[in-house]
């Protein structure tokens, strides 16, 4: 039999469902994705808002899929994502680690918006210099990581969706590391934004679409698959959210452009992801409102390195090939 060490179990989730990518001794390429649907009110803007509920899903969807004892990764809700750039300095400390030397300045020289919060570093490569701070409040975190131990399974990493974004978006699509980019991560409910230059996160931004559940046709497809659609009553109402995040957009490359940088950098291209229905749809809309590329990654993308994934696994993917210190 496997150890916990050798399986691992890869989590997102929204309003709707919980996608779950099983992978065994590292071998992501032969991973086997399900997902698990969700009932109305269990999770509310990426917050659990029935902790009984989701507990009593998951032990029966875990049982059915005979999961057992694996090793748990899985994100920070989006709106609880705080990003701040710090400066730091290995030299004067060369025995400890990045993550070490910021741990230790938390509440004292770096101040966060929570009082107990939960962070992971981007930019961490060199000995010093500026390096971007993701944090996000541990209370949330703590009820997942509850659950999880409950099941029987072993959390090992909390990490934030854009950061798993990025991470395979420069397996697949290696030009990304050259240029200016905004990457923009879709669901029903939300988007995330983040502009990264060089590889390097700048700015990042969470938008809230408004939406009900009840709004939203699942379908459940072959192999534990869903399929969602708006209903048709819902189309115009949804359509005018999706303008109003298309301005959220233009605003926030206004800011990065003139407000960060006066005009001395531009976003020369945008590309979209996510498990959103509408992602193509919306790629399209966003081409006619802006006059920089707008690229989604696709089935061809993810190919190069993932050929048996669809591209709406991209953030599954990004997380399930995160390092992770044991």
Known sequence: MLS?????????YDDFSITVLAVQKDNVEQGITYQIPLEDGVIVQGLIEDEDTLFTILREAFKKLKLKKYAIRFLAPNNLVFMKKIMVSGQTEPDKSIKDIVEEKIGDTIQLPFDYPVFDLHDDHSAQGEISIFAAEKDEITKWQ??????????????????????????????????????????????????????????????????LFKNWEMQKEPDEQLKFELLDMQQDAYRRELEIAYEEIKKAMHFYQFSLNRGSKEIQRIVNTGDHPLLTQITTNLKKELTIPVNELTQSDIAKKYPNYDPKYATLLGLAIKEVTK
């Open 4 to 12: 916990n060490k050798d399986k691992q179990l890869s989590i997102v």
């Open 146 to 211: 509850s659950i999880f131990e409950d099941l029987g399974h072993f959390p090992e990493a909390v990490d934030i969706e854009i950061l798993a974004d990025l991470r395979l978006l420069e397996q697949v699509m290696p030009e990304f590391m050259l240029g200016t980019y905004l990457v923009i991560d879709w669901s029903k409910t939300n988007l995330m934004l983040a502009i990264v230059q060089q590889g390097n996160v700048e700015y990042i931004k969470h938008h809230k679409i408004n939406t």
